[in-house]
């Protein structure tokens, strides 16, 4: 696929474009795509990218769901088409649920954006351009997807399966500089890949995994489609038959979540508001576990041992959220990475969550999950804070809270050195990779980048376009 402008061939396809919520969006898309990004806006995009591509490195050598290590999926290990590729390696950057989250949407748009970006991509684009892009897919999807996420949750439906594809078509429209009515196509024709539900989170089973994959994949697909003339829905997204509607939105709410649009995508930057995983558990999870790895230090092997009540205090949405606020032991590695139970028992115990050690936990963990209750009452903040206390057999009481966990682009670097060759992978790439990420948009920077990658799939196969 040529990297330069698509350009429309029938003029009404542009005329036929009205102003509803596909061709907003996409004239954001096309906009963001020819300008350059404001100094924050790059370095924010920079230091997400670093840590969507750290772990999922990290994630190096995983099982995929439901194979065991030694049987592949041709798509998935050797992908020959750029939408495998895009699925091939949003799966692997989700696989230790360390991706990002844009908090206010709830949705994971680093692992359905930026595998997309990357698999179509050429070898030799500019790296400015390239980050431009993703912040274009970030600021679509979580404009959009901060009005959805209500409606959306009342729906039993996961924000990333509904949102992620429209994200990572916007961003690929982004990347090929499709014309605007080509980008609205991209992005109705992704809309309609809209999908995916939380049960997974009650019942512990797999398609949380390949939820982000496919909506990396479909909405790459959906450019693709729309660059080669396919045409989508006017109104796919606030249409009497659109996603809108199959969400349950009326039309005086609908009304107003499209006239809302254009300040959402002017407003902050989404890339920028992005919560970064410094532990592998949900996002909800993060702040909890934090404050829990900080009290392990103030208890001896002997306090732990009196441990009686440890309470985790989030907000009440927070709480509420299908699988945190688990009532058994998790029978898998999914309902243990939801389960605030389960990490803030596994903090205590081991002063810290490795991917490994969450499920079936030890038996200290376990013993100390049973006496962890989670309850709401915090306000809502913008990062899933928490508060955890400790109450020991003596009396004592050890409190701590926080806001969130600040992960940024040195801390990234620190899970680089010791998460990569824990997966296999040579220190020589962990110490190169923040410095490879900072100058991706110097000359020749996207070609540095993958270069350094080869040798391991799927990764070695991005930007070859």
């Known amino acids: 696929m040529s990297a330069e402008p ?32 404001a100094e924050p806006v790059r370095r924010a995009a920079k230091a997400v990218l670093l840590h969507n591509l750290v772990v999922g490195l990290a994630a190096h050598g995983m099982p995929l769901p439901g194979l065991p290590r030694s049987h592949a999926l041709p798509w998935a290990e050797r992908p020959a088409t750029a939408p495998d590729l895009a699925f091939a390696t949003a799966l692997r950057m989700g696989a230790r649920a360390q991706h990002d989250e844009h908090p206010r949407s709830v949705t994971h748009l680093g692992s359905a954006v930026t595998p997309a970006v990357l698999a179509v991509a050429p070898r030799d684009v500019d790296g400015g351009r390239l980050l431009a892009a993703i912040a274009a897919g970030y600021q679509v999807g979580g404009g959009l997807g901060v009005a959805l996420l209500p409606h959306v949750r009342a729906r039993g439906m996961r924000a990333t399966g509904v949102v992620g594809p429209i994200a990572s078509a916007a961003a690929v429209a982004a990347v090929l500089r499709l014309d605007p009515a080509a980008a609205a196509d991209a992005i109705a024709l992704a809309a309609n890949r809209a999908a995916g539900y939380t049960e997974v989170w009650l019942e512990g089973t797999d398609e949380w995994r390949l939820q982000t994959a496919a909506a990396a994949r479909d909405g790459l697909e959906s450019a693709l489609w729309a660059a080669g003339g396919a045409r989508g829905a006017t109104a796919a997204i606030e249409g009497r038959s ?71 205090r989030l907000s009440d949405a927070d709480a509420a959220y299908p699988g945190i606020d688990l009532a058994h032991p998790p029978a898998s590695w999914a309902q243990a990475m939801m389960d605030a139970r389960q990490g803030v028992a596994i903090a205590l ?33 913008a990062a899933h804070g928490a508060a955890v206390e400790v109450e020991l057999a003596d009396g004592r009481r050890l409190e701590g809270a926080c806001d969130g966990v600040e992960v940024d682009a040195e801390r990234s670097a620190r899970m680089a050195l010791e998460l990569l060759p824990a997966a296999g992978l040579p220190l020589a790439l962990a110490e190169r990779l923040p410095a490879l990420v900072h100058s991706i948009d110097e000359a020749g920077g996207v070609a540095r980048l993958v270069d350094a990658l080869a040798g391991i799939a799927p990764w070695e196969a991005l930007c070859r376009a």
């Open 242 to 312: 659109g996603l809108l509607h199959a969400l349950g939105v009326d039309d005086e709410r609908g009304a107003a979540i499209v006239g809302e649009l254009p300040g959402a995508l002017g407003g902050e930057s989404v890339i920028a508001q992005m919560l970064l995983k410094a532990h592998p558990v949900c996002a909800i999870n993060q702040a909890a576990v934090e404050v829990a790895i900080g009290l392990r230090r103030e208890l001896s092997d002997a306090d732990l041992a009196t441990v009686e009540r440890v309470v985790v």
């Open 349 to 381: 115990a081991d002063g810290r969550v490795d991917a490994s050690a969450l499920h079936p936990g030890s038996a200290e963990a376990l013993r100390l999950r049973a006496l962890v209750d989670v309850v709401g009452g915090l306000p809502s903040t």
């Open 6 to 37: 698509v350009t429309a061939t029938l003029v009404d396809r542009a005329e036929q474009r009205g102003a509803g919520a596909a061709a907003m969006l996409a004239d954001h898309v096309v906009g963001a795509a020819r300008a350059p990004l």
